[in-house]
């Protein structure tokens, strides 16, 4: 079963911009979506964003406008660009596949 990785988070100030990536250990060209998705502390997880396989993406309205996402076939990672950052993106940041496991995430932390 492919596993996924995330990584990429850390501590920025507002406004400023991290990358995420989503690294498989084996192919992901078999995902047809793959999402990114979050949760703050003491609220659920959210859905955050999505890209598919043919290069396509959706992104949730909170982030639209300041994030991106893109997915690398070759590489078997999908990336997370967030721009403008806000103190209410803070939380721990994950990517799934319709077929894989949870993953530990990586802990985004907006504040000055």
């Known amino acids: 079963q492919v596993q996924l990785v995330e990584s990429g988070g850390g501590l920025v100030q507002p406004g400023g911009s991290l990358r995420l990536s989503c690294a498989a250990s084996g192919s992901i060209f078999s995902f047809v979506v793959m999402d990114w998705y979050r949760q703050a502390p003491g609220k659920e997880r959210e859905w955050v964003a999505q890209?598919?396989?043919?290069?396509?993406?959706r992104l949730a309205d909170a982030v639209r406008g300041r994030f991106t996402v893109s997915r690398d076939n070759a590489k078997n990672t999908v990336y997370l660009q967030m721009n403008s950052l806000k103190p209410e993106d803070t939380g721990v940041y994950y990517c799934?596949?319709?077929?894989?496991?949870w993953g530990q995430g990586t802990q985004v932390t907006v504040s000055s």
């Open positions: 799934k596949a319709p077929t894989t496991e």
């Open positions: 890209s598919t396989r043919v290069g396509g993406w």
